[in-house]
């Protein structure tokens, strides 16, 4: 294995103690907003200043510097088999520093056989231009990458093992690899993932269970683990979303997108995280639109983009009111979509045309007007978004194929866009 990574099969897995709060307990769960963690990453020491001590600072003293312009050009982060580029998914995020965070599943051989799979994060610290890859499990099925600050984490099935595993990053090829305790059913379970400003969340839907289970971890504490919180009820088959499925809105709420059942519509349940209760269930109006990715804003709004049908289609409004704005697209989707919302407050969805042959971008500005725009002209798949926190920046993760002398060359890719300069 390149890098000196570690697949960590040979660790010793214990599952973390849980802990159920019983019916209106306390679990504790302070959403303040303001918070100073150091997770355990090693800290650099203060270091003298390299300016000279007359130096005249070209901008105020209480005013920080533009962020320097980066490279839109797309950026080869790794060969891979085109069994790999046309069957996989990306999963982008970006820390708070700047850093940006690839998942994917690296390959050993060109079938992407199971014991040659890897479960792999590259990360490319802000201006550096590089890529350093890591590997963190033998696995090649449903997986999520997060970032809470700026440390990556992971949530994904362990079909070898029959487990459902969480990953927090120490440092460098060094994973803190969590089993929690669920009714695994295999390959076909789903999973989603995300954090508010103090703590993780992961949840898990057995293909053939009737509960979804909800867990959280507290980074405040000098050693998170994990507390299982109130399960969803649900019909058997409620498969997760396809890309971004579970979301914080920062008010002491979470948003889950789940489908009724294995052929009813898709809907979002909340959770009031204060009192432990899913208090709110409701359901997009055809079973026919395939929910990809949400987003959810200030204000209680759930916006998701979708495919309905072979078409395009955004909706947005409160739990009972799904559908208030819907935008039905005449841009024909080969499958998923992937949502993000910008800085500014405007939302972008990145998506594969029909064929596969070009990668675009729907912004729908503030005045409710739509723009759509080419963001990659060529082979697309497997797409994945996140936003620069320092400089606004829209970033693209996908897979392509090319042919170069007439062999075909598969890549991951990354690409950013400016949107809001």
């Not at 000279?52 to 839109?72: F, G, I, R, T, Y």
């Not at 820390?95 to 965070?101: K, L, N």
């Amino acid at each position: 294995m390149p890098f000196g990574a570690c697949n960590c099969e040979d660790r010793l897995y214990d599952a973390w103690d849980l802990e159920e709060p019983e019916d209106g307990q306390d679990v504790g769960l302070d959403i303040g907003l303001d918070i100073g963690l150091d997770v355990g990453l090693d800290a650099t020491p203060d270091a003298e200043p390299d300016v000279a001590p007359d130096a005249e600072l070209d901008v105020p003293p209480d005013m920080e510097p533009d962020a320097p312009d980066l490279p839109e050009t797309p950026q080869v982060v790794l060969e891979v088999t085109a069994e790999q580029a046309l069957n996989e998914r990306s999963s982008l995020s970006v820390g708070e520093d700047g850093t940006i965070w690839l998942g994917f599943h690296r390959c050993d051989d060109a079938f992407c056989s199971e014991e040659f799979t890897y479960l792999s994060v590259a990360s490319s610290p802000r201006g550096s231009g590089g890529w350093t890859i890591e590997d963190v499990a033998v696995q090649n099925t449903t997986f999520g990458l997060d970032v809470y600050e700026n440390t990556p984490y992971l949530a994904y099935l362990d079909v070898r093992n029959g487990e459902f595993r969480t990953a927090l990053r120490e440092r460098q090829d060094r994973w803190d690899v969590r089993t929690l305790e669920v009714e695994f059913t295999g390959r076909f379970d789903g999973l989603d993932l995300t954090h508010d400003d103090t703590r993780l969340y992961v949840t898990f839907a057995g293909d053939s269970s009737t509960e979804i289970d909800l867990f959280a971890a507290d980074m405040t504490s000098a050693s998170p683990r994990w507390f299982k919180l109130r399960t969803l009820e649900v019909p058997i088959g409620a498969s997760a979303a396809l890309e971004r499925g579970l979301q914080a809105d920062g008010d002491g709420n979470l948003f889950l997108v789940h489908r009724d059942g294995r052929t009813g519509p898709y809907g979002v349940a909340r959770f009031k995280l204060e009192d432990n209760l899913w208090d709110r269930i409701g359901y997009l109006t055809s079973s026919q639109i395939v929910a990809s990715s949400m987003v959810a804003r200030d204000g209680g709004d759930v916006c998701i983009s979708s495919q309905f049908g072979s078409l395009l289609f955004f909706s947005c409004g409160p739990v009972n009111d799904l559908e208030r704005e819907r935008e039905p697209f005449d841009e024909q989707i080969s499958g998923y979509s992937s949502m993000i919302e910008a800085v500014d407050g405007s939302l972008v969805i990145a998506f594969n045309n029909q064929d596969n042959t070009q990668l675009n971008m729907a912004r729908r500005l503030d005045d409710g007007n739509w723009t759509v725009d080419v963001l990659f002209d060529g082979p697309s798949y497997g797409v994945s978004t996140a936003i620069d926190p320092i400089n606004s920046d829209l970033l693209v993760s996908y897979y392509t194929c090319r042919f170069d002398t007439g062999e075909q060359r598969c890549t991951l890719e990354f690409l950013r866009r400016r949107i809001n300069r």
